[in-house]
Each structure stands twice: as structure tokens, then as C-alpha cells.
């Protein structure tokens, strides 16, 4: 486990704004309550609460990660309309301590599902 520093910042900020994931014509998530996560120099990422996603679409998937600042990562895949989008969104079920704010959240990769909006 490494912690942000100075040479890899982290910051997570709640986003006030209303986010809509979408997937062939389908709401995946919807949420005022998002996590702002910024890490470094990489784009910021949405984390949404798993509560305001539709579970109903979303398939577990073999996949796991490690990053050294968040712990591991579970992926999900999104069916929904007879598409599927393969290992489109991740998780850190049980961050280290000094990410526990995404605990019980949702990230997803912009360019697997529809669209990411403000609504």
C-alpha cells in the first residue's frame, strides 16, 4: 500500500451535480451523490453509489486489479438491450483506509458506456 503524497496527489470532493450513465438507451445509474476523484495528472473519475446504479444490468466479472494507493478493484459488465459491455465498470469494495470514501462505489470507463452526463 503506498499513500498519496506530494508526488502522487489524491483528492476525492463530493460533485454536486446530477450524473446519468447511460447504455443502449438505457439508464444505468443516476445520482446526486457522486464522488469526485482526482489522482495525479489522470482525468478525473466519477465514483457513483452502488445503490443508485440499476443492478439489474450489471454482471460480475472475472476481472480484479491491484492499484498500490486504492487496493483491488472488481469489475462489472453492463447487459442491457442485447448489448453487453464487457468489464465497463470497477469497484474497490475494500479500499485501504485512506480511500474508504469510494467504499460501496461505482466507477465507469467513459468510452465503454453511452454516455456520462450531468442531468
Partial sequence: MKLPGPDHPITITPNPKRLRVTFNGQVVAETSRALTLQEASYPAVQYIPREDADAALL?????????????????????????????????????????????????????????????
Fill in 59 to 119: 454482471r460480475r466479472t472475472e476481472r480484479s486489479t491491484h492499484c498500490p494507493y486504492k487496493g483491488d478493484a472488481s469489475y462489472y459488465s453492463i447487459e442491457a438491450g442485447g448489448r453487453r459491455a464487457e468489464n465497463a465498470i470497477w469497484s474497490y469494495e475494500s479500499p485501504f483506509p485512506a480511500m474508504q470514501q469510494i467504499a460501496g462505489h461505482l466507477a465507469f470507463y467513459p468510452d465503454r458506456v453511452d454516455r456520462i452526463e450531468e442531468v
